[in-house]
């Protein structure tokens, strides 16, 4: 039987099993080099740099806010500070970890749990809806929400306490204004977000706003501070506090008299300024309506300053500037007669006083003491028409006060050249020119401080952060007309707040008066012409050592009078009379200088007059 050889047949694809194993013993070994080669790299190389991606991954750059500067009053009394608030942030993810266990061994409990469980505590320390928060939590889109937008630190504290994953805090501050609406278009406050807008938060925020810090720290997955890690902080520099001459006081009081004049006459709007006669420092500004500069709802429309951003016809209260001129032109003296006639007729115009009445017989003294319009044409009239024009610019009219507020208006004096042939003889007697309250006050602070004007000023100086203090530079005074002339008007304006003047009302019992009244018609632009008036009344005291000038003004009364003796001249007095005592100014028991307003037509006149 023949043998039979067997063969082996190697197909092709089909590897041997030992060559496999070895292949895939090398395939194993290049891969184990190369996880080692990484290895290495990473724990030798690189290993600082993978340290410090993996540190930056969990650092968290934070902002730390810095208090913005107080502003102050004359006696440090706060008008405007900055108080410490906490917002209250949540991360969504985080806060379904919570759980607080109350009571120890068997007696422990689960006593809050959840979303449902962190909103009942949080609402309990904050006074909130437990069902606002739980949706705020629920609602808040990827990791960052605010919960809570202002708490206090302490109400903060407690919810700290609670350990809430996803609930953290950042520092704010909210801007308290102690006086409400009384310095408000003053001071002018802080719109969202955080910044200044109107007053003195405007003007002054260069020094208000301070710098802001910097906190640098590692945050774990759920939100916390990781205490072992590294921490950097930068602190923050709070702002400087801003000084004003203001009397808070006196600027309560101020605020509170003209607006319950306001109401009680039915009037649009009213303004109540108090300036020192020899430092031109305004120790109260106070207009109404007001606003509140916390209420963010409010418009901007309403939130203005009206002392300086109003400007209407000054009317009487603008005699002063005629009669001065006139002193000092020498055109006139105290007793110098003038014959007012029952209606007068100028550039083809009927010009009258306000009140009908027969031929007077009066002195300069007289015209200026009833304020006769007809008396102020007569002798203004002598004046050159540039030399006039050129005392309206002296004594302030048609610039603004300095004070540097927002939205201040100058006013409009019109220069000769655009005069019409009227436009002389009204603006004498204060129409047909406009200016604002602060500007016609200093008219009366210039005569106050024996002729010479000092220009108003509000801020006393700046304290830094570092507890110095500097103070603003004050400015120089102007002689505008002289000592003689001041003197002379002063006791002319004497006869005002008398029974035989315009303003008994004005009268202050054991102090000596000296201003002026003025019943203005008043232009109303939203009607395009003349409709009612502007009732004010300007005035110093104590008379023969004047400390303050009190400038009252109401706009378009409609009740009780229009006249500015009656509307004005009790407020003037109001207003005065607590200045003055708060001031220590004792009353004083000796008459006032009497001038003569009247002369006999009949008797040797010492000179001729103009009328």
């Known amino acids: 039987m023949a043998r039979t050889r067997s063969t082996v047949v190697h197909g092709r694809g089909v590897s041997h099993p030992q060559r496999r194993a070895r292949l895939l013993l090398i395939f194993v070994f290049m891969v184990f080099s190369l996880f080692a080669a990484q290895l290495f790299r990473l724990q030798g190389l690189d290993a600082a740099s993978v340290s410090e991606a993996a540190v930056n991954d969990r650092l968290t750059n934070v902002t730390i806010p810095a208090a913005r500067g107080s502003i102050v009053d004359a006696n440090g009394e706060i008008l405007a500070d900055d108080t410490e608030r906490a917002r209250v942030e949540v991360n969504p ?107 003195l938060e405007l003007t002054r925020d260069e020094v208000l706003q301070g710098v802001a810090g910097e906190k640098l720290y590692e945050r774990g997955g759920a939100g916390e501070v990781i205490t072992t890690g590294d921490i950097t902080v930068t602190e923050a520099v709070p702002g400087d ?121 009066l002195t300069f003294a007289g015209v200026l003491a009833t304020s006769s319009n007809m008396g102020t044409i007569l002798y203004g009239e002598k004046l050159d028409d540039d030399v006039f024009y050129d005392y309206l610019l002296k004594f302030g009219l048609g610039t603004t006060s300095g004070l540097g507020l927002p939205g201040e208006s100058s006013g409009v004096v019109p220069a000769p050249e655009s005069w019409s042939a009227t436009s002389k003889f009204t603006m004498m007697f204060g129409q047909g020119l406009s200016s604002n309250a602060l500007q016609q006050m200093s008219v009366y602070q210039t005569m106050a401080n024996d002729g010479v004007r000092i220009q108003p000023t509000l801020v006393s100086g700046v304290t830094d952060h570092d507890g110095v203090y500097q103070a603003e530079p004050q400015p120089e005074g ?134």
């Open 93 to 199: 993810l985080n806060v379904p970890l919570y759980e607080r266990w109350e009571g120890t061994g068997t007696e422990r409990t689960l006593a809050a749990k959840g979303i449902d469980g962190a909103a009942a505590d949080i609402a309990e320390i904050t006074g909130a809806d437990p069902s606002d928060i739980a949706q705020k939590i629920t609602q808040t889109e990827g990791m960052y929400g605010i919960l809570l937008p202002s708490i206090s630190p302490e109400q903060w504290q407690e919810i700290k306490d609670l350990g809430i994953p996803g609930i953290t805090s950042t520092t704010i501050f909210q801007r308290d204004y102690p006086l409400g609406a009384a310095p408000a278009p003053l001071l002018g406050w802080i719109s969202d977000p955080d910044y200044p807008a109107g007053g």
């Open 241 to 361: 506090t801003v000084h004003l001459s203001i009397d808070s006081d006196l600027q309560w009081y101020a605020y509170n008299a003209v607006e319950q004049r306001v109401k009680e006459s039915a009037a649009l709007s009213g303004y109540a300024l108090v300036q020192e006669v020899d430092t031109g420092r305004i120790v109260a500004a106070a207009s109404y309506p007001s606003f509140d500069p916390t209420d963010e709802t409010q418009s901007a429309d309403g939130m203005r300053n009206a002392l300086v951003e109003d400007v209407f016809e000054p009317g009487s209260t603008g005699k002063l500037i005629t009669a001065a001129a006139a002193l000092e032109e020498g055109i006139v003296t105290s007793d110098t007669p003038i014959v007012v006639p029952v209606g007068m007729t100028r550039a083809g115009q009927n010009f009258k006083d306000a009140h009908d009445h027969p031929q007077q017989d």
């Open 478 to 611: 102007e002689r505008i007309v002289s000592s003689e002339t001041a003197t002379t008007l002063t006791q002319i304006m004497e006869q005002v707040p008398t029974p035989s003047g315009t303003a008994p009302q004005a009268a202050i019992d054991g102090y000596h008066v000296a201003g002026k009244t003025s019943t203005a018609d008043r232009y109303d632009p939203e009607l395009g012409k003349y409709d009612r008036t502007t009732a004010s009344f300007i005035g110093y005291a104590p008379a023969d050592d004047p400390k303050y000038v009190v400038a009252v003004t109401v706009q378009r009364p409609t009740q009780i009078s229009q006249y500015g003796g009656t509307i004005a001249g009790p407020v003037f007095a109001d207003i005065m009379r607590y200045a003055l005592q708060e001031g220590g100014i004792a009353p004083i028991d000796e008459p006032q200088t009497e001038v003569a307003v009247e002369f006999d037509p009949d008797a040797p006149a010492p000179g001729e007059g103009p009328g």
